[in-house]
Each structure stands twice: as structure tokens, then as C-alpha cells.
């Protein structure tokens, strides 16, 4: 059996056991938490938020790319979210990778150039500046008053905030 089946079972298990519960849609803090996809920040545990709380997307790096934006600007403007909380981390993965070494990478590979950006980067919290100008600069967005970013220590659970002047 693999991974995905254990899952699968694990879920039959877990939800047989639990009484049905009907969450609204719309977030109860009317928060959206963008982040890395690393398995190491388990967002729920390291915010204390519990289900039905905030949305969270998340991306390779938690950059944020036109479809973040796109799903910012739906959870604002349809689902009720005010505030966005962007959460970059130590030892991340896309700071290994270049984008034009990765881009040669996946073209040496498929025979095709991917029309996606990679958005890789060397320093975490100048990323996490970018990603704040990023949502604050967009037209897209209605409530970009309250939007702050974090860097979270996957070795010490912490989160540090990274400040950026009003643009």
C-alpha cells in the first residue's frame, strides 16, 4: 500500500469518529495566510488557528505570483477576508535554486521553456518585503491596509516579523 492509500484509509478512520460540522465559507478571522508549501510549517500549530479561521495559500517559496492575486483577490472580495499574513521561512528550498538554472533545467528536460516565473531568492526577508509590496501595490486588492509579513525559524518555531516602510 502506498502513501496515498494510508492517507486515504487514515481519513476513513479519523471521519468515521467525528460528528458532521457544516463551517461557513468565509473565515472567521477574515484572514489570508500566504506560505511556503514546505512540509516543516504546520501553519495550523504554529498560529494556534484552528479550522474555519483563515485561508491558506500556498506556493513553492510563498511568493506571491499572479495566481496568489487571484486568490487574494477572491477570498477578499467574495469570501470576506480584510487582512493578509505572508509567512516565508528559514532553510527554504527556493534559495537553492536560480531561476535560469532551474528554467535550463526543466527545458533541458521537456523541450519546452516554462511561461511560469520561478521566483527563487537568496535572502528570505527581502523576499518577504517584495511579497508585501507585491499584495499592497495591487489594484485587485480592496483591503491591502493590513498586510504584514513574517519569516518563521523551522528550527526554533518562531516568527519574526519584517517591517517595510508605507509605499
Same mark, same amino acid.
Given at each position: ?10 481519513? &476513513?478512520?479519523? *471521519?468515521?469518529?467525528? #460528528?458532521?460540522?457544516?463551517?461557513? /465559507? ?5 484572514? $489570508? +495566510?500566504?506560505? %511556503?508549501?514546505? *512540509? ?11 479550522? !474555519? ?6 506556493? $513553492? ?12 483577490? +477572491?477570498?477578499? &472580495?467574495?469570501?470576506? @477576508? ?9 532553510? %527554504?528550498?527556493?534559495?537553492?535554486? @536560480? ?11 521537456? !523541450? ?7 521566483? #527563487?531568492? @537568496? ?10 509590496? &507585491? /499584495?499592497? &501595490?495591487?489594484?485587485? +486588492? ?15 518555531? #518562531?516568527? *519574526? ?7
Amino acid at each position: 500500500m502506498g502513501l496515498i492509500d494510508e492517507l486515504v484509509e487514515n481519513n &476513513r478512520r479519523i *471521519s468515521s469518529g467525528l #460528528s458532521p460540522q457544516h463551517l461557513d /465559507v468565509r473565515p472567521k478571522g477574515k484572514l $489570508a +495566510i500566504v506560505t %511556503c508549501m514546505d *512540509s516543516r510549517l504546520n501553519v495550523f500549530q504554529a498560529l494556534g488557528l484552528g479550522d !474555519g479561521q483563515a485561508h491558506i495559500l500556498r506556493n $513553492a517559496g510563498g511568493v506571491i505570483t499572479e495566481d496568489v492575486i487571484r486568490s487574494l483577490a +477572491i477570498s477578499q &472580495r467574495k469570501l470576506g @477576508t480584510e487582512s493578509v499574513m505572508l509567512i516565508h521561512h528559514t532553510d %527554504c528550498g527556493m534559495q537553492t535554486i @536560480t531561476d535560469d538554472g532551474f528554467r535550463s533545467e526543466l527545458q533541458a528536460a521537456t !523541450g519546452t521553456a516554462p511561461s511560469f516565473a520561478i521566483e #527563487s531568492f @537568496t535572502d528570505v526577508e527581502a523576499d518577504v518585503a517584495q511579497s508585501i509590496l &507585491r /499584495v499592497r &501595490r495591487s489594484e485587485f +486588492i480592496p483591503h491591502r491596509q493590513d498586510v504584514r509579513g513574517f519569516v518563521y525559524n523551522v528550527t526554533d518555531y #518562531s516568527l *519574526s516579523e519584517v517591517k517595510v516602510e508605507n509605499d
